[in-house]
Each structure stands twice: as structure tokens, then as C-alpha cells.
């Protein structure tokens, strides 16, 4: 199974001008910078948390049938399964009909449930759905949006070459604190 982005979000959680604004920065000089950051520190959070600011749309693909009829959706939150496509052994495209399926939201994280036998899915099936807590950041909980703005910050001032994922601790540990309630929990 491989899930990936299929569309991007059209909006940040913070606003060029929010994101400014924290920075304490007036001019306009670097306002491609700083939306860059922006953009960078969202992904980054993102990451984290397993989950999705702003609506964007990822696929995922089995290569069959899925086991017991269940599949993990994610990130989280799922707004909406869009299409599911099944595969026949000849690599024919057939649309699933949205009457075989169900999202189940129960837990974390979402799962597309089969109601019923899919037909023709020997070559797989890819799940497309929509996922995020809004179009734009109003309704990304507030504590992401402030570890977006500080992670960007951080970046912002420390431009120089680091390792991968260097946050100084002062900063990684308020992060942290901020996306610890939003983290989903995954079980190996």
C-alpha cells in the first residue's frame, strides 16, 4: 500500500501577513522567504502529526484486494472518499460504486470499508480522498498553526546549513508541546 499528495493545498494555516507579523518583519523584501517557510513548516508539522492543515486530496493504492475489506486512510482528518477505482487483471479501470464503500471515522485514523465484494480488482484498487480541517487556516486548530509560525521563525533566523531536522531545544520542545494533542499514535 503507498499513499501519496495528489493536490496540494490552495491556502497556508498562516497568512503571509500572520507570518510576518510573528516575524516582526515589515518590508516586502522577503515575503517569497517567508512564505517559503511557511510552506516548509506546515509539511514539517504535517509530518509530525499525521495530520492535514487545509484540504488536499491523496490516493491510496493496494496492489489487490484489501485485507478484510478495510483500508487505513490518511492523514488525518478525512473529509471525503472522492473515488475509488479498482484494476481487473487486464489493468482496466472501473469506477467502484460509492454504495459498495463507507468511511468509518471511528477511530484514528479513518478506514474505507468494503461493503461489498469489489469485482475486478486484481491489478488494485486506488482510494481517493480529501482530507484537512478546512479550505483555509480558520479552522486549523490554533496550536498547529502557532508550531507552523514557530517553526518557520526558527528558520527564518537560523538560515545557515544544519542537519536535517536541527530545532534548537528551547524551540523543538514548545513545538512539541503544541502538536503532542494532535500526534496520531501508530502501533508496529
Same mark, same amino acid.
Given at each position: !500500500?503507498?499513499?501519496?499528495?495528489?493536490?496540494?493545498?490552495?491556502a497556508?494555516?498562516?497568512? &503571509?501577513?500572520?507570518?510576518?507579523?510573528?516575524?516582526? #518583519?515589515?518590508?516586502?523584501?522577503?515575503?517569497?522567504?517567508?512564505?517559503?517557510?511557511?510552506?516548509?513548516?506546515?509539511t514539517? #508539522?504535517? +509530518?509530525?502529526?499525521?495530520?492535514? !492543515?487545509?484540504?488536499?486530496?491523496?490516493?491510496?493504492?493496494?496492489?489487490?484486494?484489501?485485507?478484510?475489506?478495510?483500508?487505513?486512510?490518511?492523514?488525518?482528518?478525512?473529509? *471525503?472518499v472522492?473515488?475509488?477505482?479498482?484494476?481487473?487483471?487486464?489493468?482496466? *479501470?472501473?469506477?467502484?460504486?460509492? $454504495?459498495r464503500?463507507?468511511?468509518?471515522?471511528?477511530?484514528?485514523?479513518?478506514?474505507?470499508? &468494503?461493503?461489498?465484494?469489489?469485482?475486478?480488482?486484481?491489478?488494485?484498487?486506488e482510494?481517493?480522498f480529501?482530507? $484537512?480541517?478546512?479550505?483555509?487556516?480558520?479552522?486549523?486548530?490554533?496550536? &498547529?498553526?502557532?508550531?507552523?509560525?514557530?517553526?518557520?521563525?526558527?528558520?527564518?533566523?537560523?538560515?545557515?546549513?544544519?542537519?536535517?531536522?536541527?530545532?534548537?531545544?528551547? #524551540?523543538?520542545?514548545?513545538?512539541?508541546?503544541?502538536?503532542?494533542?494532535?500526534?496520531?499514535?501508530?502501533? +508496529?
Open positions: !500500500m503507498a499513499t501519496f499528495l495528489v493536490r496540494p493545498p490552495e497556508e494555516p498562516a497568512s &503571509l501577513q500572520e507570518a510576518k507579523l510573528f516575524l516582526r #518583519v515589515d518590508g516586502d523584501d522577503e515575503d517569497d522567504l517567508i512564505a517559503g517557510l511557511v510552506t516548509a513548516a506546515r514539517h #508539522v504535517e +509530518r509530525e502529526t499525521r495530520r492535514a !492543515m487545509v484540504s488536499q486530496g491523496w490516493r491510496t493504492v493496494l496492489p489487490g484486494r484489501p485485507p478484510g475489506g478495510r483500508v487505513p486512510l490518511g492523514p488525518a482528518p478525512v473529509i *471525503a472522492t473515488a475509488v477505482t479498482a484494476y481487473d487483471a487486464a489493468g482496466t *479501470a472501473a469506477a467502484v460504486d460509492a $454504495g464503500y463507507r468511511v468509518d471515522r471511528a477511530g484514528e485514523p479513518a478506514e474505507l470499508v &468494503l461493503e461489498r465484494a469489489v469485482a475486478g480488482a486484481e491489478n488494485g484498487i482510494i481517493d480529501d482530507c $484537512g480541517y478546512g479550505t483555509d487556516g480558520a479552522a486549523v486548530p490554533r496550536p &498547529l498553526v502557532q508550531a507552523v509560525l514557530m517553526v518557520a521563525a526558527h528558520w527564518y533566523e537560523h538560515r545557515e546549513a544544519a542537519t536535517l531536522g536541527a530545532v534548537t531545544a528551547p #524551540v523543538a520542545r514548545g513545538v512539541e508541546a503544541l502538536i503532542a494533542p494532535y500526534r496520531a499514535v501508530r502501533l +508496529r
